[in-house]
């Protein structure tokens, strides 16, 4: 799925070194074990309460991310970085019931200017975004956040993303970046080294 790859990599806008960390594998019972980590990756996960814990090689960081079709696994050197947040889904709309959930009416406010030139859900974006998010946040802070509790501004011409905890928690602004790409929504955040 080498194609794939470089789909997500190109349309995320992501640098060529972090590209390279990268890797796709189908989604099935025989490639997956707890949590949608492909089986073939040197990792292993704890399934705690609020979030299963993945356990990386020495020197490593990552996220994982899955869907029904797809397991997406993005790692790099934890020398560059101090945490990786990825999230994918499909790019089906958000369900109407969860929309609330999810978004607040001031991430919502600009919907039908931005999901124009995105052509994406703006719901299911914001749920992509706070995902990946939340997935660079907790291994960093061990603290649990609900979807209202991660605020993203989403830049639609740009292809970026801002995200940040409500109330601050002594925690930047973080830029991500976000595509679409074969029927799936995705979105990245790191947090470089110290």
């Not at 814990?53 to 079709?69: K, N, Q």
């Not at 292809?159 to 973080?174: I, N």
């Amino acid at each position: 799925m080498g194609s794939g790859g470089l789909c997500l990599a190109a349309a995320a806008g992501l640098a060529a070194a972090v590209a390279g960390y990268f890797a796709l594998v189908p989604a099935s019972p025989a490639n997956k074990v707890a949590g949608g980590i492909p089986a073939a990756q040197p990792v292993w996960t704890e399934v705690k309460w609020p979030f299963p814990i993945v356990h990386w090689p020495a020197g490593i960081t990552g996220s994982i991310a899955h869907t029904r079709e797809i397991c997406v696994a993005a790692a790099g050197p934890d020398s560059l970085f101090r945490a990786i947040g990825f999230d994918i889904e499909d790019d089906q709309p958000l369900p109407k019931e969860i929309v609330a959930r999810v978004a607040t009416p001031a991430e919502l406010g600009a919907r039908e200017k931005d999901e124009c030139p995105l052509g994406i859900d703006l719901p299911k974006l914001l749920f992509v975004a706070k995902e990946a998010f939340y997935k660079m946040w907790f291994p960093v802070t061990g603290i649990f956040l609900e979807f209202h509790d991660v605020a993203v501004e989403v830049d639609p011409d740009g292809g970026s993303v801002l995200a940040s905890p409500v109330g601050g928690s002594g925690f930047d602004t973080m830029a991500g970046r976000f595509g679409r790409c074969d029927g799936m929504i995705f979105c990245y955040f790191d947090l470089p080294a110290d």
